[in-house]
């Protein structure tokens, strides 16, 4: 059947599809429920502004998310898409792709970059394999392939594929590090200013990786900020850079890892996420029982933080695995 959208979307540069950013909703949202992470909030929403508000960028936004897990990567992604999809997740131009489910045989991996052959990008399989997360996670919010058809398809034209249909396309690339090296030079070109997609304004589309490399860098800055007393809000952009671009470039699990994309400087911001504290994980527990209708009763925000396990073993400052496993752990104590 025709889609008079698509049809209107492949021949318009000015094409919105279903694009409507919210700004407000966005930055009201990240200060109510984003807990601990002040360098993330304020260069997620700087940089997506000034992108937005371009009309006619020069290249494609692409974020690359760092950080221990459980720290919010997953849920800033997943807020993004909310805010800037009129269908968030759902939308059909919010793609997500992660290695295991779609990429999960590096002997294949000729086939998966488009140089030879197809595979199969199955929606179904994705929505099968999504059944891991723990809720709430960001990816379960129903099927975000609905609307599609699964597609036979490789990485690279997948995406052109994508773009043609909406140059305002979001593209998540989850767990980066677990991707067989080589894979992410396809996207390469769509990343930089020199890509040419017949009728498409492929300029507008934004590109987010999620990765745990540099975590372990981030969390040591954290933590020897806490030992020299420094305020958390302290540490700056400038300090994490260098480590986490580092921490990348030499690993070899990264997709980025000899792609040409750090070297080219084709990323916008390396986004760093620190490690959670018990003040935070308290929040992450406030969030998700106000989420369920319920009342903040301390003895469940107190159960919860007792069950958390903290490090290094001296401190016992950061939460082990930030808050991910809150939401799964509060009904066993209500
Ligand atoms: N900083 C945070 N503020 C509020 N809630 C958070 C934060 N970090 C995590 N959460 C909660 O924990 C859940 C799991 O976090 P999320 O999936 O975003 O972690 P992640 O950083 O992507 O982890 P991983 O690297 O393991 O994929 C989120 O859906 C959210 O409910």
């Known amino acids: 059947a025709w889609d008079l959208t698509s049809l209107h979307c492949s021949f318009g540069t000015f094409c919105e599809c279903d694009f409507r950013p919210d700004f407000q909703g966005l930055e009201c949202d990240l200060a109510q429920h984003l807990a601990g992470q002040h360098l993330a909030r304020a260069l997620v929403v700087k940089a997506l502004k000034a992108f937005v508000q371009d009309p006619a960028p020069t290249k494609p936004l692409v974020l690359s998310l760092h ?39 590096p002997s294949q991996m000729e086939r998966y970059k488009g140089l030879s052959g197809l595979i199969w990008f199955s929606c179904q399989h994705y929505l099968e394999g999504s059944g891991s997360r723990k809720e709430p996670s960001p990816f379960r919010e129903g099927s975000r392939c609905q609307g599609r058809s699964p597609e036979q398809k490789d990485l690279k034209s997948w995406v052109q594929g994508n773009l043609t249909t909406c140059g305002r396309s979001l593209f998540l690339f989850d767990e980066m590090d677990k991707l067989t090296p080589g894979l992410m030079e396809v996207l390469r070109p769509f990343l930089g200013s020199s890509w040419v997609v017949y009728g498409t304004n492929y300029r507008k589309a934004i590109f987010i990786f999620i990765s745990n490399t540099g975590g372990e860098q981030i969390n040591q800055v954290a933590l020897e900020a806490w030992r020299s007393h420094r305020d958390r809000e302290e540490i700056r952009l400038q300090e994490l850079e260098p480590v986490i671009s580092r921490a990348v470039l030499d690993n070899p699990h990264h997709g980025f890892w000899r792609s040409g994309i750090m070297e080219e400087h084709l990323l ?35 159960a919860v933080l007792d069950s958390t396990t903290f490090f290094p073993e001296d401190e016992q400052l950061f939460s082990s695995n930030g808050c991910k496993t809150v939401a799964s752990r509060i009904p066993f104590f209500l």
């Open 67 to 105: 950080g221990w897990t459980g720290t919010g990567k997953s849920y800033v992604s997943s807020l993004l898409a909310h805010y800037l999809f009129r269908d968030g997740l759902r939308s059909p131009h919010v793609h997500h792709f992660s290695p295991v489910i779609h990429f999960p045989h």
């Open 268 to 302: 916008d911001a390396l986004v760093p996420f620190l490690p959670l504290q018990r003040h935070h994980v308290r929040h992450c527990v406030l969030n998700e029982l106000a989420q369920l209708g319920l009342e903040p009763r301390d003895e469940v925000v107190q």
